[in-house]
């Protein structure tokens, strides 16, 4: 499984960015799909996760401001962030998950600065 993530880029606080992650390969393997984020100095962190049936799940932090949704017809996972804060700041990771694997795209740069 390749797991291509896009989207990042630098945002006011308050604005609003959507980063997108599609999967290739072996996709009907996969069970659940989401997004994890590294801060400079920090280890990595949850951010949000959603099954192929559309069960999600969300860190306390983006609750009420994130939205993670995917289609799977295009394998591919969207995070909607919205009211974004400059502690939001941090490398963005895909992740897929299936047959007790884990995959990892590469990370995306969200930086929230004025």
């Known amino acids: 499984v390749q797991l291509q993530a896009s989207g990042g880029g630098l945002v006011q606080p308050g604005g609003s960015l959507r980063l997108s992650c599609a999967a290739s390969?072996?996709?009907?393997?996969?069970?659940?799909m989401g997004w994890y984020r590294q801060a400079p100095g920090k280890q990595r962190d949850f951010v949000a996760t959603?099954?192929?049936?559309?069960?999600?799940n969300y860190a306390d932090s983006v609750k009420g401001r994130f939205t993670i949704s995917r289609d799977n017809a295009k394998n591919t996972v969207y995070l909607q962030m919205n009211s974004l804060k400059p502690e939001d700041t941090a490398v963005y990771y895909c992740?897929?998950?299936?047959?007790?694997?884990?995959?990892w795209g590469q990370g995306t740069l969200v930086t929230v600065s004025s």
């Open positions: 992740n897929a998950y299936g047959f007790a694997v884990d995959y």
């Open positions: 390969g072996n996709v009907f393997s996969l069970t659940r």
């Open positions: 959603i099954t192929r049936g559309g069960s999600t």
